[in-house]
T-cell receptor
Framework: EAQVTQNPRYLITVTGKKLTVTCSQN?????MSWYRQDPGLGLRQIYY???????DKGDVPEGYKVSRKEKRNFPLILESPSPNQTSLYFC????????????FGEGSRLTVL | AQKVTQAQTEISVVEKEDVTLDCVYE???????LFWYKQPPSGELVFLIR??????QNEISGRYSWNFQKSTSSFNFTITASQVVDSAVYFC?????????????FGQGTILTVHP
């Protein structure tokens, strides 16, 4: 089954404690991306990657890092989480340059105390 | 920079009413893609439709229809004879074409509540 898998789905952490949200897709997609969803703001793009070792900033990259060492995985790293990073995070992948549909993971709800 | 605006933050209707969700976009690209996604209370994002900038045909899928008008930069979504199961947050999104295809911008979302 084609899917994008995120872990953890839920996490409560404290300010400053580094954490990583993993994202893996089994569709051999080149493009992957991270979004955060906040009430009234919709989904905002954090980072995206068009292929292995190619990453670029989205609209809200501050406080986040990503890496793309292999095609299937695109982890989101919060080196020093702060309360304003409390949010619902989605990872997504896209089949090709002109394939419109984004395949989304189920979301990871992160709370930073 | 590209932008997507969904002017309606919340809409409340009674079952069987028709409802239209508005979406207006801004982009400098001549090639771009527009989408609608549904987010039911369970939280997942469900793809509904994609429309290319060079294809202004409207589309109907069951009770759903989409009206794409480049002249007004709008991509509106209509649900005919709404049902309680249509209650969700609906997002309109824009993706650039060409070398900027990685940038995807979502609107703020419209919360639709359909009452029995």
């Amino acid at each position: 089954e084609a899917q994008v898998t995120q872990n953890p789905r839920y996490l409560i952490t404290v300010t400053g404690k580094k954490l990583t949200v993993t994202c893996s897709q089994n569709m051999n997609h080149e493009y992957m991306s991270w979004y955060r969803q906040d009430p009234g703001l919709g989904l905002r793009q954090i980072y995206y990657s068009m292929n292995v070792e190619v990453t670029d900033k989205g609209d809200v990259p501050e406080g986040y890092k990503v890496s793309r060492k292999e095609k299937r995985n695109f982890p989101l790293i919060l080196e020093s989480p702060s309360p304003n990073q409390t949010s619902l995070y989605f990872c997504a992948s896209l089949g090709g340059k002109n394939t419109g549909e984004l395949f989304f993971g189920e979301g990871s709800r992160l709370t930073v105390l | 920079a590209q932008k997507v605006t969904q002017a309606q933050t919340e809409i409340s209707v009674v079952e069987k009413e028709d409802v239209t969700l508005d979406c207006v976009y801004e982009t400098r690209d001549t090639t771009y893609y527009l989408f609608w996604y549904k987010q039911p209370p369970s939280g997942e994002l469900v793809f509904l439709i994609r429309r290319n900038s060079f294809d202004e045909q409207n589309e109907i899928s069951g009770r759903y229809s989409w009206n794409f008008q480049k002249s007004t930069s709008s991509f509106n979504f209509t649900i005919t004879a709404s049902q309680v199961v249509d209650s969700a947050v609906y997002f309109c999104a824009l993706r650039a074409g060409g070398t900027s295809y990685g940038k995807l911008t979502f609107g703020q979302g419209t919360i639709l509540t359909v009452h029995p």
